[in-house]
């Protein structure tokens, strides 16, 4: 039996809720026995090992003749976990940690001979301390609990996307784990107000991002996803680099390093969280305030330097040389936000369709407050042959002088929002059915949607005609309207996530599919010479250009004695620009998987 | 994704509750009220379970649960096979249920569709567990009777909504103890079969110890229910039952 039932049954019983209560009652009942015998150290232990192999079904390749980077077909992990949980209390103190061992892929270079002694080199491993609190019930007054430490504070209804979900920086590095949230030290408080309402208060005294998965290191690479809200200055700088790589100039542009800014660690970047929850009328209402920030990071700062010195593209893009190169480092901070939550879940009674159980439904939603956010672009001195331009600040305004008007704005101090809204029920004993809406996946930052705002996300950043045009039609004149092609899609998209659960074999045998269905298309913005003005084309998510969609099946074999098998796999369809098809999100695996648990 | 681990705790939630002393009748309804009179007597109950699935040409598979009951409220915890171990279940009423999933450390509000799962292939279901009042569904008649048992026949009363429409139930006479359920269905075809034995008494309250359900046209599909501990009456706090417990 576990701690907390082992508590529960011989202590519970005994423990009045109110203080003066509970001194008579101390008194009054014959409670010494039993709360002795709840004051006795108990502890509780689990355990898990896993094995993962996973297998990349395409290479995938992000970037253009002069610099790539790929994500090979072939072995994508190889994991072996232990997971620890221990559980050890006294009373209503306990202490809890969860601890997962994971050893993990390998290295395909080692630095130099030396570092084959470090098992670390040729067998990378790492721990995660998902967990690792002390929880103290009653603390202090009837009725409040605290629990301090490393924890998971998990608050949202939605199934695996949740957006009041704020306090635990996203876990990204395990594509089939999605929605996971990484621990982090935090200081909770609740007080139950009745058993049905409580007040919750948390504080994060540190920030801690998001992590992401391998294939996120590909980024980089996507040079032409230029994160500004102004479209002309997108356009405009797009154009210019385009003329930088044309024959009169022969400068590419790369990404040659990123560096990401944590928040110090004082007072004003702790980050807080209040809630209200209760039930009214058997359905749960949680109200949720969060001030922190966003665990994703946004540029701030592009410094972009001329490298000379010839430059040759990689051979499978026919040795493309340049005469330099113009890097840019790349600075990412965390933006600060303010999250209003909004967690509802319920059951919709279906009786008035005959004999029928309830549906299940829930619905948590956000109203997201960015604080704006903007990058600085600053250039060292650049001789590019016909251009020549002065070290300094980028002139923003294109009035010619260099440093002019504000920086481009790359998050708007505009209000949006977020929500999941849920619906599942079970069919015929087997086959249980998950539907949901979510409105803005953890990693969409921003307003622009179809209720709020028209800012843009870049998928893709394209030159109509050829550079030397570029450089004479667009970046000459400080004008990239007429040369930009871009794929955009909204800022918060929407998706459609279908589950369907099939049992078999006195339910021993499991067959899940889950879907993600892009719902939100693609906009196709570009000059047409024969209008005179940009256009925009709507590609729809059902046509080609649009359609974006991973599909997860699984197969899962439990023997009833801890010991489950699974093999699936997870498709991402969709072109290079899309959501799914991007490369960055790591493209299609299958997967086979044991578990044991005792 | 474990909700489905759920429906054995509701089903065991909802039954399991005890007996009394027996008192002849000559109607079959008022024995079928003797019956609930005394299944409904005890104000909380405490049982662990070890549930053993069988099924033909597979091992036997087992399952560990402690169960906890205090008026229309239910707290169910299992405590095996390992890898459900710590999920816990809540039954406030029947259509607020909560499930506390430890993988995900999260506790999540379910629906009543969700008692229509089954859970590890184990036979015993919400539909013949969820009866705790055979009155309130049936009319009965007596079959039968000898000086042990009474055998009573259950058809489904007109505006109700039963699970089944008929049940045959066999009573211990002496204490009103149910022994034997058989579940038709609208065919009138034997779905499945139920017993109940080894009853043991807390004063005036009593309850099986062993309990079995066959599922008839699948060949040796049967599940075994052996008490392993058995609390009756002692105080169970409103504390227990809510969503504050679950989380901890």
């Not at chain 1, 967690?343 to 704006?372: H, M, Y």
């Not at chain 1, 000459?476 to 800022?491: A, K």
């Not at chain 2, 969700?114 to 049936?138: C, K, N, P, V």
Request: net charge negative; proline share 5%.
């Amino acid at each position: 039996m576990s701690l907390r039932a082992r508590g529960d049954e011989r202590c519970r019983a005994a423990r009045p809720r109110r203080a003066l209560v509970a001194a008579l009652a101390t008194l009054a009942c014959s409670s010494v026995a039993s709360r002795a015998e709840a004051d006795e150290f108990a502890w509780d232990a689990s355990f898990r090992v896993e094995s993962d192999v996973r297998f990349r079904l395409e290479t995938r390749a992000v970037g253009d003749a002069y610099a790539s980077q790929s994500v090979i077909a072939g072995v994508e992990r190889n994991q072996n976990l232990l997971g620890v949980r221990l559980e050890a209390g006294i009373g209503d103190v306990k202490a809890v940690a969860q601890v997962d061992g994971v050893i993990f892929g390998y290295q395909t270079e080692i630095e130099n001979i030396g570092l084959l002694t470090r098992p670390e080199e040729t067998q990378p491993w790492r721990l995660d301390i998902n967990e690792l609190y002390i929880d103290v019930r009653e603390f202090v007054f009837d009725g409040l609990d605290v629990r301090l430490g490393q924890q998971i504070a998990a608050f949202g209804v939605g199934d695996q996307f949740n957006p009041t979900n704020n306090l635990n920086p996203d876990d990204l590095r395990d594509p089939l784990l999605f929605g996971k949230l990484a621990g982090n030290f935090m200081a909770r408080a609740d007080y139950w107000v009745t058993e049905d309402f409580r007040l919750t208060g948390v504080l994060v005294p540190l920030f801690r991002p998001a992590m992401l998965p391998p294939s996120a290191s590909l980024g980089p690479a996507a040079i032409d996803r230029l994160p500004f809200l102004d479209e002309s200055v997108r356009w405009r700088v797009a154009s210019e680099r385009y003329a930088a790589e044309s024959p009169l100039a022969r400068h590419p542009t790369q990404i040659s390093g990123t560096r990401v800014v944590l928040p110090d660690a004082s007072f004003e970047n702790m980050q807080a969280a209040f809630r209200l929850a209760g039930t009214v009328a058997e359905q749960d209402v949680a109200l949720s305030y969060y001030v922190g920030r966003h665990d994703f990071p946004v540029p701030i700062a592009n410094a972009t330097r001329q490298v000379p010195g010839a430059f040759c593209g990689a051979p499978s893009f026919g040795l493309l040389c340049a005469d330099g190169r113009l890097l840019t480092d790349v600075t990412l901070a965390y933006p600060q936000m303010h999250v209003y939550g909004l967690n509802t879940s319920g059951e919709i009674p279906l009786s008035f369709l005959g004999d029928l159980p309830g549906l299940g439904w829930r619905l948590e939603a956000a109203l997201v407050v960015p604080r704006e956010q903007r990058i600085s672009l600053t250039n060292g001195n650049f001789d590019l042959g016909l251009i020549q331009i002065p070290e300094g600040e980028y002139d923003y305004d294109g009035d010619g002088r260099p440093g002019g008007g504000k920086p481009p704005l790359v998050v708007r101090d505009q209000a949006y929002l977020k929500w999941v809204l849920g619906l599942d029920y079970t069919f015929a004993s087997s086959v249980y059915v998950n539907a949901q809406w979510v409105h803005g996946l953890p990693d969409e930052f921003g307003a622009g949607d179809w209720l709020i705002g028209d800012d843009v996300e870049l998928r893709r950043g394209t030159l109509d005609g050829d550079r030397t045009g570029a450089a004479i039609r667009c970046a000459l004149p400080r004008d990239g309207t007429t040369c930009i092609r871009e794929m955009v899609r909204p800022r918060q998209a929407d998706y459609l996530v279908l589950g369907v659960d099939l049992r078999f074999l006195d339910d021993q045998l499991l067959t899940r599919v889950f879907t993600i269905l892009d719902l939100s298309g693609y906009g196709e913005s570009y000059y047409d010479p024969e209008l005179g003005y940009r256009r925009t084309d709507h590609h729809a998510f059902f046509t080609p250009e649009g359609f974006s969609a991973v599909v997860y099946p699984e197969v899962s074999y439990n023997f009833g004695n801890g010991l489950e098998l699974s093999s699936g796999a997870l498709l991402q369809f969709g072109k290079s620009y899309t959501k799914f098809g991007d490369p960055t999100a790591g493209g299609s695996v299958a997967f086979a998987r044991a578990r044991f648990s005792l | 994704m474990k909700r489905t681990l759920q429906s054995l705790a509701i089903a065991l939630g909802l039954s399991f509750v005890s007996i009394a002393p027996a008192q002849a009748d000559a109607t079959g309804d008022a024995a079928l009220a003797k019956v609930d009179e005394a299944t409904n007597r005890a104000k909380t109950q405490y049982l662990e379970y070890e549930a053993t699935v069988k099924a033909a040409e597979k091992a036997d598979r087992k399952v560990e649960l402690a169960v906890w009951l205090k008026g229309d409220k239910r707290l169910s915890e299992f405590l095996g096979p390992a890898d459900v171990k710590g999920t816990k279940v809540l039954i406030l009423s029947p259509t607020q249920m909560y499930v506390y999933l430890p993988a995900f450390g999260k506790v999540r509000r379910i629906a009543s569709h969700t008692t229509d799962q089954g859970f590890m292939g184990m036979h015993f279901s919400q539909d013949e567990l969820s009866i705790t009042r055979y009155a309130a569904l049936y009319e009965a008649t007596i079959a039968k009777q000898d000086d042990k048992t009474i055998d009573l026949v259950l058809t489904a009363k007109k505006d109700a909504k039963p699970p089944y429409p008929k049940i045959e139930l066999k009573v211990e006479k002496a204490r009103n103890l149910p022994v034997e359920m058989r579940y038709f269905g609208e065919s009138g075809k034997l779905l499945k079969t139920e017993t109940r034995g080894a009853y043991t008494c807390e004063k005036d309250v009593c309850a099986p110890s062993e309990l079995s359900m066959t599922e008839h046209g699948k060949a040796g599909a049967k599940t075994l229910l052996n008490r392993r501990k058995w609390k009756v009456n002692e105080a169970l706090s409103d504390d227990l039952f809510s969503k504050r417990n679950l989380e901890k």
